[in-house]
């Protein structure tokens, strides 16, 4: 459709409002650009910083074990050269800790340790400097007396635990300081790009503002020189036109800034050689580019171009063809804009963003692989502390094997929490619901919980209804929950102490509440006690210091299930209480809620069992435990040599190791239902590794149950009684 030309009055109008628009853009984006490339250089520094904390923690540690080394040389020969690494790491510690310091005070939870590690650290000097005065005066026997104290290890180990306290920390704030980074980044990206494209976009409408100026000399010479006038303005932007050869016909001053090229340098001269690289005319991309903008109109052109000295930037722009009213190509405009620093930015956001991710893979193969090796050893301990319970035991002997019992539960308990707080950070975790009584789940944590409590000598009591308080959630996981909660009651109160459980229908949500009058919580660490590795001060002294993320669990655990958890005390040594509200079921879950019965008078019938384990001490331990069952057991330590004892003992069950030498667990569970398909036989996968991923590479392997170790006593009793024939 025909439009008539704009009048004078339009054109006066849209004029400067134009080149306002584009003024006021430029203004935005350079405000935009300003502030995420001082956020990036913040986020730079904040990185700095954890990576300087890391490094202080090691020099720290290094300065100390020289001293200690030199100490004890003198200690053990007499010579005095001996005392050289240890008076250079002494006139080097001073140093390293005013580092460290100075690299902690944005850090309140590094800050709240570095007094506790400075305090250990000066012990240990003060007992190096004494055994050596001791043994300087030709007092050996004096100063050996005081090394077999064995104060100077305990010290380092403790200083040693601080280093590590202090090194977890900075590690994770690291991570957290990554993903801030690499968002910080993206949204300078996105806002960048949006920006520059605005940019390009109303720069291009000038330009198409000029080519019609150009067909309309007499009657826009106005206008036109106004816009020419305007473009000379704008350095940031190379911005010119070109004949359908390519011949530069305008040029601004953004050509000299960006480009280097003096307008006598530059107009009349086919651009092609002067701007694009060698690379990009050898690839073709050169060609490639103007063919796009004849066919689509335009084309982006983010890439490396060349100034005129030969230097190469990273460009930012976009090549538009024109076509008179005919739609003969006429000639192309160009705008780019160097984006080199943001390039470099962009490239050093990547890199770090991969070695986040690269070392997050590496600390879950850790965490499994740690996971893994610690439960080998733990299982034999936990069978056989499970084998004691049914002997006949002395008074003494039986509390002794009490006692193993609830620290190896501990210890599993631990792996347990690391592994969870693994799985949450990689979204793993899986709520497997289903309507159920608040009661169930409370009297399971409680079992749980129960040894700890007694052990302690506290008292415990329990109000909560039998029924009405159904709630639709995953059991096991909120069990681990009102654990968590029972178990940092107990740790943190005395003998004698007394600690309430109630759950109480509040609104539209149960409300369970974990009362103690403990030691209570100072009213500024009530803000951060539920963060990673966040411990209460007296933690250390009251010999309760954990990893710190009991608590952490528990809020991402509620959260999980649509609830909140909260914590409140009057202050220290005035008790604690911790809520968690969960929602109520709805009327159609209550309708399925089970309470699980086991029917622990079930015979269990005798069975022929396999247990297959290159580690010896668990396959006895194992072996016995099932013996004390009832069952016939044969043990073998590979899975060829399963093979070939199953060809002499028709085994019912086969508990199966998976990373065995020579033949994997997956690899015999494979051979063994393939050779023995036509017999009901059960095969239990036994293993360190637990994740979900394990779990369901075992079954798909052909194995009926995957059990991780240290595996419960009760836990065999029930899979027996599953098998049983009903």
Not at 30 to 50: K, P, Y
Request: glycine share 6%; hydrophobic share 40%.
């Amino acid at each position: 459709m025909y439009r008539p030309p704009p009048t004078k009055l339009n054109r006066n109008l849209s004029e400067p409002v134009m080149a306002a628009t584009v003024i006021i853009l430029l203004v935005v984006s350079g405000v935009v650009t300003l502030q995420n490339l001082t956020r990036m250089h913040h986020a730079a520094i904040n990185l700095g910083d954890s990576y300087a904390v890391l490094d202080s923690l090691d020099s720290v540690a290094l300065a100390l074990r020289e001293a200690e080394t030199g100490q004890r040389g003198y200690l053990v020969t007499g010579d005095e050269s001996y005392l050289e690494p240890y008076n250079a790491a002494e006139a080097k510690l001073d140093g390293f800790l005013k580092q460290l310091e100075s690299h902690t005070t944005t850090n309140p939870a590094q800050a709240a340790v570095l007094p506790t590690l400075k305090q250990f650290i000066e012990s240990k000097r003060g007992e190096m400097v004494k055994t050596i005065d001791l043994q300087r005066q030709g007092k050996s026997n004096a100063a050996e007396q005081v090394v077999k104290t064995d104060v100077g290890k305990q010290l380092m180990d403790r200083i040693g635990q601080q280093l590590d306290l202090m090194r977890n920390n900075a590690r994770v704030r690291q991570s957290q300081q990554l993903m801030a980074t690499n968002e910080t980044y993206r949204t300078a990206w996105f806002t960048g790009l949006l920006l520059t494209l605005l940019g390009i976009a109303l720069v291009g409408g000038v330009i198409w503002a000029v080519f019609r100026a150009q067909n309309l000399k007499e009657k826009n010479r106005e206008l036109d020189e106004r816009i020419h006038f305007f473009l000379q303005q704008i350095s940031d932007y190379a911005i010119f036109m070109m004949d359908s050869q390519c011949r530069a016909t305008t040029w601004n001053d953004g050509v000299r800034q960006v480009l280097g090229f003096d307008e006598h340098e530059f107009l009349g001269r086919d651009i092609r050689p002067l701007i694009f690289t060698p690379e990009a005319h050898a690839s073709g991309t050169v060609d490639a580019e103007f063919e796009k903008a004849v066919k689509n109109d335009s084309a982006s052109d983010d890439r490396w171009m060349q100034r005129k000295d030969g230097s190469q930037f990273w460009a930012s722009g976009i090549t538009t063809s024109i076509h008179d009213r005919s739609g003969a190509l006429v000639g192309f405009s160009k705008v780019m804009r160097d984006m080199t620093e943001q390039k470099r930015n962009s490239d050093e956001l990547s890199r770090l963003a991969a070695e986040l991710s690269e070392e997050s893979r590496r600390k879950n193969e850790f965490l499994a692989t740690l996971a893994h090796e610690l439960r080998n050893p733990l299982s034999p301990i936990k069978s056989a502390v499970q084998l004691m319970s049914m002997m006949e035991l002395s008074g003494e002997v039986d509390e002794l094997r009490v006692t193993m019992d609830l620290q190896v539960d501990q210890l599993v308990r631990l792996l347990d929490d690391l592994m969870d707080v693994s799985r949450i950070g990689r979204g793993k975790i899986e709520l497997k619901r289903q309507a159920i009584e608040m009661r169930t789940i409370i009297d399971s944590a409680i079992e749980n919980s129960r040894a700890l409590i007694e052990s302690n000598q506290q008292e415990l009591s329990v109000d909560v209804p039998e029924e009405g308080l159904t709630v639709h959630v995953d059991p096991a996981r909120l069990t681990q929950v009102i654990c968590n909660l029972l178990n940092n009651a107990s740790k943190y109160s005395d003998v004698n102490c007394k600690i309430e459980v109630i759950a109480e229908h509040v609104g539209e949500h149960v409300v369970v509440t974990v009362k103690d009058n403990g030691s209570g919580i100072a009213p500024e660490r009530l803000s951060d006690i539920f963060e990673m590795f966040a411990q209460i001060e007296d933690s250390v002294e009251r010999g309760t210091a954990g990893l710190g993320i009991g608590l952490t669990l528990v809020r991402t655990l509620v959260e999980l299930h649509g609830g909140t958890v909260s914590a409140h005390s009057d202050g220290v040594d005035q008790g604690s209480e911790f809520s968690i509200k969960i929602p109520i079921a709805t009327v159609d879950d209550s309708n399925k809620a089970v309470s699980p019965v086991v029917d622990d008078s079930k015979p269990i019938q005798p069975m022929r069992v396999l247990v297959v384990d290159d580690m010896h001490a668990l396959s006895v331990i194992l072996s016995r435990l099932l013996m004390k069952l009832g069952h016939e057991v044969e043990v073998v330590d590979s899975g060829l040599a399963a093979l070939a004892m199953m060809e002499r003992f028709a085994a019912d069950v086969v508990f199966s190791d998976i990373s065995m030498p020579g033949m994997t667990g997956y690899e015999l569970a494979k051979r063994l239902r393939v050779e023995y398909r036509s017999q009901p036989l059960a095969l239990v996968a036994m293993t360190g590794y637990g994740q979900a991923s394990d779990r369901e590479r075992a079954l798909a392997a052909g194995f009926d149950e995957h059990m991780v170790k240290p595996v419960d006593f009760k836990l065999l009793q029930a899979f027996f009684q599953n098998l049983q024939p009903s």
